[in-house]
């Protein structure tokens, strides 16, 4: 089983990305997946979490960043929208090997590499 998180970059605040994390060796359609981060200096925060039947978000993003899950592709996105410098941060998808979601870092098997997001002020 593989994650692969990728399409992080650098972008101004106020600006745009979208994360994508592929999966492989399951369909992870049935389980729970998340979004989590990596300031320098800081501990691996939760950004969001995505199952079937519920989304949720820290309140740092809510409002800001969504959760989408393509089937036929196996892929989580992280559609990022109007990001501040305080966004910045390496990005990490993980996937549970249970329903529903989790804030939880332990509920969580699966872990991608990472990929940088530097939101330039």
């Known amino acids: 089983v593989q994650l692969q998180a990728f399409g992080g970059g650098l972008v101004q605040a106020g600006g745009s990305l979208r994360l994508s994390c592929a999966a492989s060796?399951?369909?992870?359609?049935?389980?729970?997946m998340g979004w989590f981060r990596q300031a320098p200096g800081k501990e691996r925060e939760f950004v969001g979490a995505?199952?079937?039947?519920?989304?949720y978000y820290s309140d740092s993003v809510k409002g800001r960043f969504t959760i989408s899950w393509d089937n036929a592709k196996n892929t989580m996105y992280l559609q990022m929208n109007s990001l501040k410098p305080t966004d910045t941060a390496v990005y990490y998808c993980?996937?549970?090997?249970?329903?529903?979601?989790?804030?939880?870092?332990?509920?969580?098997?699966?872990w991608g590499q990472g990929t940088q997001v530097t939101v330039s002020s």
């Open positions: 995505w199952s079937r039947d519920n989304t």
């Open positions: 060796g399951r369909t992870f359609g049935r389980y729970g």
């Open positions: 993980a996937a549970r090997v249970y329903g529903g979601t989790s804030d939880y870092e332990g509920a969580y098997a699966y």
